[in-house]
């Protein structure tokens, strides 16, 4: 199953809901890019509204490595760097519970997440400088960012702890959700990263959970995104 798909014509998400047969819970899946047009954002905030409880990555802050990485596209003069804006959806403005694994699944987390914050701004805007200087001005476009439901996702550094740590959390919170409100005619919305959704997908599958149905929103489209500058 496609969770995020690039072409020629830009770079989509999938929004997915999941459903186990007879039971009244969905859970949605809104896969995310730290960077993206601004309406995407927009749609996933309407969408998020419509939910009964969220869980989302990190804490209720921009995201800084998107931010990092639209820094350095406008430092090396990227084609698409006037056409797109760092990840910042305003949950306590949505109206809807907001259950945050990230922050909790240690007693310090919430502080290493800040702490971490800070640490994406100072070292990664200098490394994506450099990595888009020799990329040349259509680096986005060059950059695959497909994922599907069977993709094993590698960082190149720290990849147990942004990758493995917090796909265990996630799936843990989940868990929890899922048995206190499994009889609840409910939708829950989960907004993570696309490379955490695989490891959503498989946890969900061994309650029964199966993918009923998806619908794309446009992430960045190339004719807007790569217009010459």
Known sequence: MQITEFSVFGLRSAVIDLRVRGGPLTFRLFPMVHIAQRQFYQDVADR?????????EGTDTPSSTGLAIVLAMRMTFQRAARSLVHQDIDHAALGVPV?????????????????????????????????????????????????????????????????????????????????E?????????????????????KGLNTFGYQAVGADWLTIFNEAMTFRPV
């Open 48 to 56: 998020l509204r419509e939910c009964d409880l969220i869980v989302s």
């Open 181 to 201: 409100r499994r009889e609840r005619h409910e939708v829950v919305g989960i907004v993570y990263g696309a490379a955490h959704m695989p490891a959503v997908i």
């Open 99 to 179: 259950v945050w694994p990230d922050a909790y699944s240690r007693s310090n987390r919430r502080r290493r997440m800040m702490i971490l914050s800070v640490l994406d701004l100072l070292l990664l805007t200098p490394f994506y400088v450099v990595v888009m200087a020799f990329g040349g001005r259509d680096w986005l476009l060059r950059t695959r960012f497909e994922i599907s439901d069977n993709t094993e996702v590698r960082l190149r550094f720290m990849n147990e702890l942004f990758i493995h740590d917090r796909d265990k959390a996630l799936v843990s919170a989940l868990t929890q959700i899922y048995e």
